[in-house]
């Protein structure tokens, strides 16, 4: 592995990879290299391979290319000085080229890089030459701008060879079919086309849609300045006068979450089309519910320490009252359900849905993008239909948990990196009325179903706390006020 050092180093520092502690460990046993077309001058990739200890495989793509760019840290590997392709101006144009007008490329192992078009291959090949630049902060998720701002081509780093479709080329690509508005117009694909007939995800074309961001740091920016002002003008409560164009955001929010339920509920085929819930799918949801309830009482006792007091006092007020809590709060609404005739739906759904993912274009039109789902989930578990309300609840804790929990934390954080419980308490007193009305009015003009929505709400949040607990532990307490807030388990002055 000596001789490998400098490689491990160099992928160990790209945003990308998601084996570093692997890596720190000293459980990457080698790294196997394919042979793509890069030698000969041409701007492609790397095809990697990691064999890591007592775990799969993990497949990557690096773009690199011969060749040294002012300012940029070179790699020493084969004898040649290598950098991040993608940094080329001629990336794309030498990627589509190779693959549109051929085809496809072929790689070592008698593997394929194929482009495959939508619709309208005309555009894309009047685009072939363009040059390309990385994304800075354009649009969110995606990795070169190419042409005029026209284009925008997201290429995968870490990519999984699979005989299931890709659940993100699978969802936009149907997605466009019900001719959806909420997302950016996609042009194709590329995907790599193994000798067993297995496929890996490679990069999604799509339009570049010029905006202000995402709604997550608008929304954070905003509300913090909000904020702020108020407290420095001694104010209790914000004027709904300076939210005016925030509520009108989610309002709009609201709106095109529907149309994309809507154009989800309208999907065919035997494994997109919505089936109704039978009562044997709300007793197993029901036990798989209560089993991960009673993991999360284990997981928030076991760091209630963690808690600062201010949380700490509610979560306490939680624990020592969990069935009355808890399993009340499951039993009143499945109780609910099972008495309606019909019991709702089940659908395919985004699967990661959150202010992060709606881009706010410059002409205030909103898009979602990466309907890839939860990228830590096995494309099994991203391709199972959940009921209606999965995505509305998943962006309701992002609104009314994630974004509220960020303002007040921002707020009551002082220079030693402590919160302030008083500023945390009076910061949320000024905040929370306001995420109400902000949440409410994405709620409005959808077609909610109340009882569900409630259990999936609950269930997201228990979800998040394992998640954070195992990635973000310093974000653990977003979830866990989220789920106070929803129990309605109040601060304890």
Known sequence: MKKQTALLN???????????????????????????????????????????????????????????????????????????????????????????????????????????????????????????????????????????????????????????????????????????SVMPKTYGHLFLLSQKGESAFVGIVQEFIPNKGDLWSIMQKQLFDILKKSVKNNESKILLKEIKDLRKIMKNLGLKTSEMLKCLSSFKGEDLAPQNITVKYVKEYSDKLKNQIENAKITLSKNIDSFSDVIKNRLAILLDNWEKYTNAFIKTNLSKIMKRKRKGKLMRVHGDFHLGQVILSDKGELKFIDFSGEPNLSFEKRREKHPFMYDVASMYCSINGYLEASVITKYATDDNDEIRSEKLLSAYEIIHPIIEKLTADFLKNQNIDKEWLNLEILRRNFYEIDYELAYRPKMLSVPVLNLLNLLNIGYDK
Request: charged share 20%.
């Open 10 to 180: 160099y992928i160990y520092n790209q945003r990308w990879c998601n084996f570093k502690e692997d890596i720190t460990n000293g459980n990457v046993e080698n790294i196997v290299l394919e042979d793509v077309p890069f030698d000969n001058g041409d701007k492609f990739f790397i095809l990697g391979q990691a064999e890591i200890k007592n775990k799969d495989s993990v497949f990557f793509i690096m773009p690199l290319a011969k060749g040294v760019i002012e300012n940029e840290i070179s790699l020493k590997y084969k004898k040649f000085d290598v950098y991040d392709a993608l940094k080329s101006f001629d990336y794309w144009a030498s990627l589509m080229n190779a693959t549109c007008l051929n085809n496809s490329l072929t790689i070592s192992e008698g593997s394929s890089l194929i482009y495959q078009s939508w619709f309208d291959l005309d555009f894309i090949t009047n685009h072939l030459n363009d040059n390309s630049r990385p994304l800075n902060a354009e649009q969110s998720n995606t990795t070169l701008i190419v042409g005029n701002n026209t284009i925008a081509f997201k290429q995968q780093r870490l990519i999984e060879f699979s005989s299931i479709p890709n659940p993100e080329v699978e969802m936009n690509y149907n997605l466009m079919k019900a001719k959806c």
